[in-house]
């Protein structure tokens, strides 16, 4: 069983950068790929980036590519995300993942899921 505690969230204004970090515990994230999500109120849990094992691949929704960047450090059982020139549209709250591929975690089969944390891109 894989403990996911995702920190980070808050408020800022449009333009603005956020990083959000995903602490695992209890096992070792090294086997897993990782993979962020979000869910804005009253819409369902959408995909916005995967990175594999290795860090070697990467895969993104295309509303976010070229302003978020997903990254994992297995030394310190944690993965991030960097989200630069946040929009309105933005705002949601951000859960991370773990899963066997990411191709799975694409489709939005995990194994893990963490609690959430709350973003909030003000205009």
């Known amino acids: 069983q894989v403990q996911l505690v995702e920190s980070g969230g808050g408020l800022v204004q449009a333009g603005g950068s956020l990083r959000l970090s995903c602490a695992a515990s209890?096992?070792?994230?090294?086997?897993?790929?990782m993979a962020w999500f979000r869910q804005a109120p009253g819409k369902e849990r959408d995909f916005v980036a995967a990175?594999?094992?290795?860090?070697?691949?990467?895969d993104y929704a295309d509303s976010v590519k070229g302003r978020f960047t997903i990254s994992r450090d297995n030394a310190k059982n944690a993965a991030y995300l960097q989200m630069n020139s946040l929009k309105p549209e933005d705002t949601a709250v951000y859960y991370c993942?773990?899963?066997?591929?990411?191709?799975?975690?694409?489709?939005?089969?995990?194994?893990?899921w963490g609690q959430g944390t709350q973003v909030t891109v003000s205009s």
């Open positions: 990175i594999n094992w290795s860090g070697g691949g990467r």
């Open positions: 993942a773990a899963g066997l591929a990411v191709g799975r975690l694409r489709n939005g089969v995990p194994e893990y």
């Open positions: 209890r096992r070792t994230i090294s086997p897993y790929a």
